[in-house]
């Protein structure tokens, strides 16, 4: 079957800080990967995908690549602001059926000043 | 562009009482989708459509769990009678299709409080 598993948090990071969220994921198939981000209050929105094998998806300083071999899809960012402070969920959609995103149970960051 | 309307925002109820979700989803989005997030999990896919045919309900509990999208636009979801377990966000989400790897749009939830 399909699912996400994801690296357990809370995270805290000092600004300009290194970021790594690690996510690994079992399916069937050749699935899409995502992750979602929820700034608080607001509702979850896409911060970046990838669709195949090596593919790496990137927006707003975030990167992730899609490792088929590792079935990882780890997220980075080089220097967060305290304005990434959220939750940050990885997600999976099976290509060859329905668009049902499985999501892995979240990641909570702050960042501290 | 407006995003997927959901409401109301927060609601409590008691247990054994019935409750209603209303979405409103991205015009011309075709695939809507109610997710259940229970406090400290990631969301759970409760039920799909496509335009108003239900595509997987394989996870909704269809004892207490129903929903509808008539005429292929706005859609319901209600639950009757609540357990004091189905406090969580309700999640309503569209996308311009159903096909693997197409971003959907979420709505801001509904949470809902069962005492």
């Known amino acids: 079957g399909n699912s996400v598993t994801q690296m357990e948090g809370p995270v805290t990071l000092s600004e300009e800080a290194f970021l790594t969220i690690n996510c690994t994921y079992t399916a069937t198939g050749y699935p899409s990967l995502f992750w979602y981000v929820q700034y608080p209050g607001e509702g979850l929105q896409l911060l970046l995908k990838?669709?195949?094998?090596?593919d790496k998806g990137s927006n707003k300083g975030f990167e992730a690549t899609y490792r088929k071999e590792t079935t990882s899809f780890h997220l980075e960012k080089g220097s967060v602001q305290v304005s990434d402070s959220a939750v940050y969920f990885c997600a999976l959609s099976d290509q060859t059926g329905a668009n049902n995103l499985f999501f892995g149970t979240g990641t909570r960051l702050t960042v501290i000043p | 562009e407006a995003g997927v309307a959901q409401s109301p925002r927060y609601k409590i109820i008691e247990k054994r009482q019935s409750v209603a979700f209303w979405c409103n989803p991205i015009?011309?989005?075709?695939?809507l989708y109610w997710y259940q997030q229970i406090l400290g999990q990631g969301p759970k896919l409760l039920i799909q459509f496509q335009n108003n045919g239900v595509v997987d309900d394989s996870q909704l509990p269809k004892d207490r769990f129903s929903a509808e999208r008539l005429k292929g636009v706005d859609s319901t979801l209600k639950i009757q009678p609540a357990k004091l377990e189905d406090s969580a966000v309700y999640l309503c989400a569209s996308s311009l299709r159903g096909q693997g790897g197409t971003e959907a749009f979420f709505g801001q939830g509904t949470r809902l409080t069962v005492v």
């Open positions: 015009s011309g989005h075709a695939t």
């Open positions: 990838a669709t195949k094998a090596d």
